[in-house]
């Protein structure tokens, strides 16, 4: 499940700002982890985000699914074909550092997967818009982060209607590997020109109702700011730039 | 009147097309004024509508030739799949009805009196708090044109506008341009819906592979072509016939529900058909 998803959580309360710091820190804070046991924590923190926003078990798999290529890649890549003083774990022999290597990389990717999914779950793009807006973002700019954020859930719905639709005039789904993949022709093509073609008119009636002028637009709804809130995301920041100082600190030494 | 836009000699083709969507069109239309652009799929009445409001060729492509003057400040378009003119950024049908006052930057007192002003007008207040994402067919076609009301256009262009209505619905839609023109918005207005759209225009302008083949007062028109029609069918005028009055006509005996209306008023008599040929 990638996509918002509605809820009451204080992170579907927070200000966006805060919930896209967060997620945001989470990334920067990945690249500045450089042991094992700082990236698991970092993993632990993006469960723990995911649960303070009630979407847990859905980011997690989601996360789960799309690293574990990544996770294969960098046991076999490190762990197997890794140098270093190797140890066997029944019958394979694996690289120690390799290992130690694979469990950061792959932790930095699960953590920032999980902390982004998290974001997007809890994030409502409408709310996101009227931030941007209330700070004076430029609609261009804004429209292109929020579209982003809608796209997935918006061609999953298309694709379930054409898959609904294609279905109804005897495509099969199921069957062998080639059969699944001689189905996806009828999917993609309409899936793909019917998006292109709905653009079109979507940025004639955008332009028309003035998403292009060069004015600031009025906020309707703007969700409310705290003190609390603009303290945690300069907190946020504090705290990654002390884990960079810390791997540079320690990389010197 | 003031004119909303004119159009004198304009050509426009498509980049990469054979032949020009219009071929030496003038035309002009004044607040106040329902234009119906009638004619053929592919006659070229979409693309009028694109050029009459400045989206081709700036957005669209293409090249245009001729003089083009839009006098309108505001101009506002609604097309005939509305689920393609939703921002898909605003989560209630309030906030997308005021997108478009919103962006020209008003004051927040000024865009919801416009949104609550134009959903009132195309009755979808009550839809207000709904998301626009879960609305049915109709419902979006209303909500859309209410969007682009919201704008306060000078210039309106509806591309089969009641495409996803019911005829209920389509009846009200078309009921309201009368008064819309009449706060002085000009309305040009394609759609295969000819009964309804001859009912309100105050003028017609019917295109032929994107020239024009007529332009003038919709009765005159529909004297010659709906006219034609009913003349062979031996209805009397005046043209065009009602429904009842061509039911009476061939099936004089269906039940009673038709009734000789020899002597009934016009039928399709819309305000204001004076509009002069130009």
């Known amino acids: 499940m990638i996509g918002y998803v509605e809820g009451r959580s204080p992170l579907h309360r927070a200000h966006p700002y805060t919930t896209l710091s967060l997620a945001g820190a989470v990334l920067l804070a990945a690249f500045a982890m450089t042991e094992p046991a700082t990236v698991w ?6 469960a723990v985000l995911a649960a303070t926003g009630g979407v847990l078990r859905s980011s997690a ?12 890649l960098l046991f076999v890549l490190h762990g197997l074909l890794g140098g270093g003083a190797r140890f066997s774990v029944g019958p394979l022999s694996l690289s ?3 290992v130690a290597r694979a469990l950061v990389l792959g932790g930095r990717v699960t953590a920032i997967v999980l902390g982004f999914l998290t974001a997007l779950a809890t994030t409502s793009p409408h709310r996101l818009v009227e931030a941007m807006t209330a700070r004076g973002v430029p609609f261009g700019r804004t429209f292109l982060l929020a579209s982003t954020l809608t796209v997935l859930p918006r061609m999953r719905e298309r694709a379930t209607h054409i898959l609904e639709a294609q279905q109804c005039r005897g495509l099969r789904l199921g069957g062998s590997v080639a059969a699944r993949v001689r189905a996806l022709g009828p999917l993609a093509l309409p899936l793909i020109l019917g998006a292109l073609a709905e653009v079109d008119e979507q940025v004639l009636a955008l332009d028309v109702r003035g998403a292009a002028g060069a004015g600031r637009r009025t906020a309707l709804d703007p969700p409310p700011d705290t003190g609390g809130q603009r303290t945690l995301r300069w907190g946020l920041l504090v705290l990654v730039a002390a884990a960079y100082a810390w791997k540079f600190w320690r990389m010197r030494g | 009147m003031t004119a909303r836009v004119s159009l004198a000699g304009v050509s426009f083709s498509y980049a990469g097309a054979g032949r020009a969507a219009l071929s030496g069109v003038s035309l002009e239309i004044a607040a106040g004024e329902i234009a119906f652009v009638s004619g053929a799929s ?3 009445a979409s693309t009028l509508l694109l050029v009459a409001t400045g989206l081709a060729p700036r957005l669209v492509g293409g090249t245009l030739t001729g003089q083009r003057t839009i006098g309108a400040r505001r101009c506002g378009i609604v097309f005939a799949r509305p689920w393609t003119q939703l921002t898909g950024l605003c989560s209630t049908v309030r906030d997308e009805v005021a997108f478009g006052p919103a962006c020209a930057g008003r004051p927040i007192a000024e865009v919801m009196a416009a949104t609550a002003r134009a959903m009132e007008q195309l009755g979808v207040a009550h839809l207000a708090d709904r998301d626009p994402a879960h609305l049915s067919g109709g419902e979006l076609q209303r909500v859309v044109v209410a969007a682009a009301l919201a704008l306060e256009p000078e210039l309106l262009a509806l591309d089969d506008p009641a495409a996803e209505l019911d005829p209920v619905g389509a009846d009200a839609l078309y009921a309201f341009l009368p008064s819309l023109a009449a706060a002085g918005t000009a309305i040009l207005l394609a759609t295969p819906d000819e009964e309804r759209a001859a009912r309100v225009a105050t ?15 919709p009765a005159g028109a529909m004297d010659t072509r709906v006219g034609a029609i009913a003349r062979a069918a031996g209805c009397p005028p005046p043209y065009p016939p009602d ?18 209306t020899s002597d009934a008023p ?3 008599s819309g305000p204001g058909t004076g509009a002069a040929a130009r």
Not at chain 1, 41 to 46: D, K, N
Not at chain 2, 243 to 260: S, T, Y
């Open chain 1, 41 to 46: 924590l970092l993993v632990l923190a993006g």
């Open chain 1, 61 to 72: 798999r989601t996360a789960l699914i799309l690293s574990l290529p990544i996770w294969v």
């Open chain 1, 96 to 98: 120690g550092p390799g």
């Open chain 2, 42 to 44: 592919g006659a070229g």
């Open chain 2, 203 to 217: 003028h017609l302008i019917v295109l032929e592979r994107g020239a024009v083949v007529f332009a003038g007062n």
């Open chain 2, 243 to 260: 429904v009842p009055a061509l039911l009476a006509r061939i099936a004089p005996d269906a039940g009673g529900r038709a009734h000789d």
């Open chain 2, 266 to 268: 016009p039928a399709g």
